[in-house]
């Protein structure tokens, strides 16, 4: 099937889900409420008028990338995607909690008390609205505050004196796009450079737009420094928005692409191979392009340490087979916001942080950046440095 048919049936069913998802809301929030007849009938229009934000921004968002008139527009319908997505959520969880009370009610024998219930709905609904607006508050200030810097060290077996204590800092998912601009990704690469890394990697989902939309917000991408070189492989996000134009856009701000492909650094005598392959479903839009973590060290000469750009975590096995040392990953976030935390390691069984597939250290990057709703609830976004060390 057709990328772009694909594309169209996915915006089809998912604007249906939310459809049903307002209805939904509307069914288990609204009528409920002890309120007179105009008052839910004008939340009732609230609640619609505002499930229209979304779509518009979805399917509008790539033709009005710059129209100035539009981002106000823009904010206001990433913002209510991830407040009502919180609201739906928490609102499901409770009534999931009310058929299981129910089903030991039931078991039991015990009478219904209908005015027990009805003000239970209430009462939780208001707290589900104290709730939503907490998290969604608290997340919403998280990710527009600078990235924290995550430290973490990497016990390497045989690591060569030379590269003990060596520097790499991984920015990942930055997303530069509808509502992170070049403002936004300056401050990044002034946190990133006053780590003062031997090595920068790029690990994927640099952009949502395209070249000629964005070239300026990505121009910060070039005063990134590393002293062995700034590294960048392919993320999923890059092949929606023509990947080969933005590998050409990053070379030409200087930095390394890795497209299957390695290079070989040498630091006193010791040689550190830094391979990058494309990512993990990125033939799924072009199919030509396959990752290969194997192809991309292929023929490689001689070296102390072998490290693999791999945008998607689900690379490791691969990563592990061909031998490498440590993959650099992201694409996760980490769940980015309550409760998709609770569920992403069923899909990613590496989803943050450092862990270990056979030999092969693997490190997950949260997201320096967020994709979507501008929410990152309990996963704030990070700028790792890594420290290779003695194992």
């Known amino acids: 099937m057709n990328y772009w048919v694909r594309l169209l049936l996915f915006f089809s069913v998912a604007t249906s889900v939310w459809a049903v998802a307002h209805w939904y809301v509307s069914k288990r929030l ?53 407040l009502f997505f919180l609201l739906f959520m928490f609102l499901v969880f409770r009534d999931l909690g009310m058929l299981l009370a129910e089903g030991v009610r039931r078991i039991l024998r015990r009478p219904v008390d209908p005015e027990r219930r009805r003000f239970f709905e209430n009462a939780s609904n208001a707290g589900i609205l104290g709730l939503t607006s907490a998290l969604g508050g608290s997340g919403l200030a998280s990710a527009l505050s600078t990235p924290e810097v995550v430290e973490v060290d990497v016990p390497i077996t045989n690591l060569p004196p030379a590269l003990d204590g060596y520097r790499i800092v991984q920015l990942s998912d930055i997303h530069v796009g509808p509502t992170i601009k070049g403002k936004e990704l300056r401050e990044m690469v002034s946190v990133a450079n006053a780590l003062e ?38 993320g999923n996000h890059e092949y929606y928005w023509d990947a080969d134009a933005w590998v050409a856009e990053v070379r030409r701000l200087g930095l ?25 479903s990125s033939h799924r839009v072009v199919p030509e392009a396959i990752s290969d973590p194997a192809g991309a060290k292929a023929d490689a000469a001689p070296h102390d340490l072998s490290i693999l750009l791999a945008h998607q975590p689900k690379s490791i096995k691969a990563a592990a087979e061909a031998g490498y ?13 309550f409760p998709v935390t609770l569920f992403v390691g069923l899909v990613h069984p590496f989803s943050q942080g450092l862990g270990k597939q056979d030999n092969t250290w693997i490190y997950v990057n949260r997201g320096t950046g967020y994709w979507g709703p501008p929410l990152r609830a309990g996963v704030p976004p990070e700028i790792t440095l890594l420290r290779l060390v003695r194992a």
Request: overall charge negative; charged content about 20%.
């Open 197 to 234: 890394p031997d090595m920068v990697a790029v690990t994927g989902d640099l952009v949502d737009g395209y070249v000629e939309d964005m070239r300026d917000d990505v121009a910060p991408l070039g005063d990134l420094r590393g002293r062995d070189g700034v590294f960048f492989c392919t």
């Open 325 to 337: 040392d440590l993959q650099l990953s992201g694409h996760t976030h980490g769940g980015q916001f």
């Open 30 to 82: 609204i009528e409920p409420w002890h309120a007179n007849y105009r008052a839910k009938k004008r939340a009732r229009r609230i609640l619609w008028a505002t499930f229209f934000l979304a779509p518009a921004v979805m399917f509008l968002g790539r033709s009005l990338a710059n129209v100035e008139w539009f981002a106000p527009i823009r904010w206001a319908g990433f913002v209510q995607m991830g």
């Open 256 to 280: 390394t692409a890795l497209l299957n492909e390695h290079v070989v650094v040498e630091r006193d005598g010791a040689k550190v191979l830094v391979a990058g392959c494309l990512d993990y």
